[in-house]
């Protein structure tokens, strides 16, 4: 019998699940099977999320459940919902869809026990997913996530779960509430600022304009090909800002617009790309670095705080480190992810990740945040603009004080998972004894990750597996001082950088990629 080219394998991969929780919780394509996001995964995960929570002494307590406008969304998020109510949980479901952050605010503002995210974040429109918060308004962590998943197998089928519905909806008061205090982040008096921004199609757009405005900054210009929620993202191969191609429409408007700041939000608006006008009057975003060492900046110039804490992860830029020094401030580094970040000691006031993420808000929304993260960028950048001054000169300065630091990525994507741990063990087996013309020395980061740090005389390198993709990651840095002109030093290092991802590239292949 003649069937469907494909089918067979498409079957199996199916069936080949469960879908395990991973940096993120659950992520996957929507689908039937138990390795794919569908009512049934949904119903079983929250089953369990549900006993793990009773097993806490939480039963009665707030459960705050919120979605993006995906394929699948709506319906996930009910059904969590409806598992949760009939375990004997007070659950609420936000109004609509919204953006991330205000899931995260709304499990601390409302002292709820846990809450439940259903979005895939930036991943291609196929995919959906299901984050997980603690009461701490975190992400859960180890041993929690292992619990869970254990309680996850234990569930019954989907169909003996019970379910009830009518569950309440919170009012629109929640989301204002989060306006409210995005709004009061700005520290500087200007607001003489043009905006262009998009959400890529996601649902951020329309609390972004809201907490902009509420912050006083009234020009803000939206792409109106990606303003609306759309599951299709019709405009962008890849709903992710950091993607090549994904913010021509933004850099577009913004030069059309001639806007000051450029925003580019994820679609679950929990990232945040800033984009400049350069100084041959072409635009260009930020790298997620850039973007983090200049808020950091701004954070530590303002902050009220005494004794602060600012933290990004092992494969970050280290120059926040230099500039929390310079600021008498503790730096910290933790594993990546912010469940690790927003946990990274007492007195945070601020956290970043390379890719995008960014915590200028702790106090109340302790995860990623790209809306305050854009209202912060906003105010930075009108108060440099107030005094004849951009972003490009901060970091300019920075660069002179604490060094040039070029950071870059390598990415090999594997049908088989085992070559990851192959690649990375046969790297333990025989580490190299020079990059780049330079001695260096291997640390195994196990059992804390399964990851490998490569250091030596101005150049780091790290190398993991990705949580949420079937990718090996390798993560780049040189830092070179600033001993004559700035253009001379960041020469230097594009060429050490480039020397070092030649032969970082050689090490993967000779170990097996």
């Known amino acids: ?20 929780f991973g940096t993120a919780g659950l992520r996957g394509p929507v689908r039937a099977g138990p390795n794919g996001m ?40 009910i059904a969590a919902a409806e598992v949760l109510y009939a375990a004997g949980f007070d659950a609420r479901l936000l109004p609509g869809p919204l953006p991330t952050p205000v899931l995260a605010f709304a499990v601390k503002q409302l002292k709820a026990a846990a809450g439940v995210q259903i979005t895939a974040s930036h991943n291609p429109p196929a995919d959906n997913g299901y984050k997980l918060y603690d009461s701490s308004g975190s992400q859960v ?6 619990e869970i998943e254990g309680a996850i197998a234990s569930a019954p089928p989907a169909v003996a779960v019970p379910r009830t519905p009518g569950v309440p909806v919170l009012g629109e008061h929640i989301v204002d509430e989060y306006v409210s205090r995005v709004a009061a982040i700005p520290v500087g008096p200007s607001r003489s600022l043009r905006v262009a921004a998009t959400a890529l199609h996601g649902v951020g757009a329309d609390v972004l304009r809201r907490a902009l405005t509420a912050a006083g900054f009234t020009a803000v210009h939206l792409v109106p090909e990606q303003s609306k929620p759309d ?16 913010t021509d429409l933004l850099v577009t408007l913004a030069a059309e617009v001639d806007a000051d700041l450029a925003i580019a939000l994820d679609p679950d608006a929990d990232r945040c790309a800033v984009g400049v ?9 930020l790298r997620g670095d850039e973007t983090g060492v200049l808020l950091g900046e701004h ?62 808000n702790p106090d109340f929304v302790r995860d990623k945040d790209g809306i305050a993260a854009a209202v912060m960028a906003c105010d930075f950048a009108a108060t440099l603009k107030a005094s004849g001054r951009s972003l490009l000169d901060v970091l300019d300065d920075l660069t002179i004080r604490h060094g040039v630091h070029l950071t870059d990525q390598l990415s090999s994507r594997v049908t088989d998972l085992s070559v990851r741990t192959e690649v990375l063990q046969a790297i333990r087996n025989a580490p190299p004894a020079e990059l780049a013309g330079v001695p260096v020395s ?34 780049l840095q040189v830092v070179e001082p600033v001993s004559g002109s700035l253009e001379d030093a960041r020469a230097v290092a594009k060429r050490r950088l480039a020397a070092l991802r030649t032969d970082v590239s050689a090490l993967l292949s000779n170990h097996g990629k």
């Open 1 to 20: 019998m003649n069937g469907e080219p494909g089918a067979v394998t498409d079957l199996a991969d199916r069936m080949s699940g469960p879908l395990r």
């Open 38 to 77: 569908n009512t049934t995964v949904v119903v079983r995960t929250t089953a369990g999320v549900a006993s793990w929570l009773a097993r806490q002494g939480k039963t009665g307590e707030m459960v705050v459940v919120g979605r993006d406008a995906r394929y699948g969304s709506e319906r996930f998020a």
């Open 141 to 146: 962590v180890p041993p929690s996530d292992g």
């Open 231 to 246: 599951p299709d993202f019709p405009t962008v191969s890849f709903p992710n800002p950091e993607e090549p191609g994904a």
């Open 277 to 285: 006008r350069d100084r041959d009057g072409s635009w260009r975003m």
């Open 299 to 360: 954070v530590l110039s303002t902050t009220s705080c005494p004794d602060p804490l600012v933290a990004t992860t092992i494969v970050s830029s280290s120059m926040l480190s230099r500039i929390a020094a310079a600021h008498c401030a503790r730096y910290a580094e933790t594993l990546t992810g912010f469940k690790w970040l927003t946990r990274a000691g007492h007195r945070l006031v601020f956290a970043y990740e390379e890719a995008l993420g960014l915590c200028v």
């Open 442 to 475: 291997i640390e195994d980061l196990l059992p804390a990750t399964d990851a490998v740090r490569i250091s030596g005389d101005g150049l780091r390198v790290v190398i993991r597996p990705s949580g949420t993709e079937p990718k090996l990651k390798t993560y």
